[in-house]
């Protein structure tokens, strides 16, 4: 049994259980995460009517996405994992946004409002067992993304994005869908932990990060302010 847990954007989610069967929970807005994470992981394993001695693995949303969201998230599941001495793999928050809206095996893009006009972007397609990373997670403008597309998507899943709906709209022919409107990410990690190409398996969780996309601003300041990269900084 797998507790999932996704941070990367205002749309946190848990999930308990399996690719059969799942109790999920969603909580918004960023400030939430950390006082609430542990919480919302209590609260979905009481309604799963199970204890952390039943989980067997824990699977967390890999970025890019929220810097501070990301930690938060990441810092509960390396906690947890550690506690309990049970795998810990790592799933895209993007690909699970996408395997939510995936309807056939067609390509889905999702994309995160990653501000300055760029998204945090990235397509998959869906056939059966297993996922094909088409374009893999990246920092992109939206004219970017689709340039660099060796195919069209039939949909755009994403956070944020109705900044960039006209943009979308005319790339995929169909406005893109925001994550209020499909089920907590979460929950896709489950069905998505048993298909080839869709996890990463952390080797040595105490020293595995999250794919942050870019650099924190308060990084990015330090390191113009000194010129010179921030030691042992997280990319």
Known sequence: MWLAIDTATEFASVAVGNAESAVLSRMVGARQHAAQILLVIEHVLERAGVSLEHITGIIVGDGPGSFTGLRIGWAAAKGLAHEREIPLVAIPSLLGAAAMGAETTSPVAACYDALRGQVFGAIYSFPAGRVETIIPPGLYTVSELARSAP????????????????????????????????????????????????????????????VYGRPAEAQVKWEIRHGRPLPHSPR
């Open 151 to 210: 195919v069209r998507p039939v949909l755009v899943v994403g956070e944020g994005i109705d900044l960039y709906e006209d943009e979308i709209t005319n790339w995929v022919g169909r406005p893109p869908v925001t994550l209020e409107k499909v089920p907590p990410i979460a929950g896709s990690f489950l069905t998505l932990a048993s298909r080839d190409g869709a996890r990463r398996d952390l080797r040595d969780p105490a020293s595995a990060e999250p």
